[in-house]
Nanobody
Framework: QEQLVESGGGLVQPGGSLRLSCSGS????????MGWFRQAPGKEREFVAT????????DYTESVKGRFTISRDNAKNTLTLQMNSLKPEDTAVYYC?????????????????WGQGTQVTVSS
């Protein structure tokens, strides 16, 4: 059972920035694609960003392109989501997740292991 732990959430004003981190086991970071998803109250969990096992292929949902950046440091077993120009509609619980394959996916059902989530609130 892989364990993922998110950190870095919080309250930020519109236009501000936050950096989310996710840590996991060496096995995850040596082999698997990973992603960030988010879930707002009353809504389905939705795709935010994904990155392949080596870190050279990324994909984003349209609403965050140009504002969010996903990256990974396999040597430090860390996945990061840098979020800039935050908007109130970015408010949600953010989850990191891992596949059991090295290729990216935007489908949440392709991800096997999930963290517990970290709350991001964008409000003035």
């Amino acid at each position: 059972q892989e364990q993922l732990v998110e950190s870095g959430g919080g309250l930020v004003q519109p236009g501000g920035s936050l950096r989310l981190s996710c840590s996991g086991s060496i096995h995850v970071f040596d082999n698997y694609a990973m992603g960030w998803f988010r879930q707002a109250p009353g809504k389905e969990r939705e795709f935010v960003a994904t990155i392949n096992w080596s870190g050279d292929i990324r994909d984003y949902t349209e609403s965050v392109k140009g504002r969010f950046t996903i990256s990974r440091d396999n040597a430090k077993n860390t996945l990061t989501l840098q979020m800039n120009s935050l908007k109130p509609e970015d408010t949600a619980v953010y989850y990191c997740a891992t596949r059991v394959y090295g290729t990216i996916s935007s489908n949440r059902f392709d991800y096997r292991y999930w963290g517990q989530g970290t709350q991001v609130t964008v409000s003035s």
